[in-house]
């Protein structure tokens, strides 16, 4: 833990905060720890500081912010579907799991759909919807007025109700599932594996142009059935990866690894309905650079 965190219970709020405005784990890290070199700053410097927490979530929300900003023109130029990078098991701040509305606002599903807000939007909404801090708070985050930060989430909120994903199975349930499609992949059965999965399910795989991976989503079910089947045949190399189970952003999912025990892809699903909806891969080896010491 820095030196600079003279507040460091704050640091899995504002942790929290910062990856799921970002998507991304180091960068989100990077984040919080400017926010708390900041408020050294401040504090030495003798600015009085009445509210820590208010204090640290702004700057903190405030660098998300610009960070998206300046991102946008690299995400536009990303090659094949983007994901969030994963948080696996230890590496969450520890509220996910409290709380079932939390662990859906950390899902990658949920995390990816939250691409379609603009920077402020996203704050605004994630502030309210997740963290629940009063309005009057965020419209000081945001440097908006009162009214505009309830526009602004009443606005997120009609785009996301619209579209998020449902999860209605119990983590048991989930994880029953997900070994199943892992076992049905890894042993070659099709029918088996179509069996699992909805007529409209989709593949999202992030490769980023760094490993390879479809660079269009892939939809219905016998598509994702030879798809996967595909992947994992031995001359494609699944004979050299070993896959383990492993929490994937609050939900079941699986964590495979090469020969040499490096990671070369993380899996997880969504579920609903008792099918498979979609299949989420993360291989681009930039987005797993943060697991390697696991």
């Known amino acids: 833990m820095a030196d600079t965190d003279v507040h460091p219970e704050l640091r899995p709020l504002l942790f929290s ?10 960068e989100a890290e990077d984040i919080v720890q400017e926010a708390f070199l900041r408020y050294h700053r401040a504090l030495e410097t003798g600015e009085e500081v009445a509210a820590p927490k208010a204090y640290l979530s702004t700057i903190t929300t405030r660098l998300a912010i610009d960070h998206l900003r300046s991102a946008r023109a690299r995400r536009e130029e990303y090659i094949g579907p983007w994901l969030p990078e994963p948080l696996l098991g230890d590496e969450q701040a520890p509220d996910p799991a409290e709380h079932a509305e939390l662990a859906d606002s950390l899902s990658l599903a949920f995390l990816t759909l939250l691409e ?6 996203r704050a605004a909404f ?7 801090y009063p309005y009057d708070e965020i419209a000081g985050v945001i440097g908006r007025s009162e009214d505009n930060a309830r526009q602004l989430v009443s606005r997120a909120r009609r785009h996301i109700d619209a579209e998020q994903p449902r999860f209605d199975v119990s983590r048991e349930q989930q994880e029953e599932l997900t070994e199943r499609f892992m076992e ?3 042993s070659g059965d099709t029918d088996g594996l179509i069996e699992l999965l909805a007529a409209d399910v ?3 795989a992030d490769g980023g142009g760094k490993a390879q991976a479809p660079r269009r989503t892939l939809h219905g079910r016998d598509h994702v059935a030879r798809f996967m089947v595909g992947i994992a045949r ?3 190399g699944g004979a050299d990866v070993t896959v383990e189970p492993i929490e994937v952003n609050g939900r079941p999912g699986r964590l495979a690894r090469d020969a040499e025990g490096r990671p070369v892809a993380v899996l997880t699903l969504d579920v609903a309905d008792g099918q498979v909806q979609a299949v ?3 291989a681009n ?7 390697l010491d696991r």
């Open 285 to 291: 080896p930039d987005k797993l650079a943060h697991l």
């Open 234 to 236: 031995p001359e494609r």
């Open 17 to 26: 905060i910062a990856y799921r405005m970002i998507g991304s784990v180091s």
């Open 184 to 186: 049905a992949t890894q």
């Open 202 to 204: 989709v593949v999202y």
């Open 126 to 132: 994630l502030l309210r919807e997740v963290f629940e």
């Open 116 to 121: 379609r807000l603009s920077p402020v939007e």
């Open 280 to 282: 989420r891969i993360v």
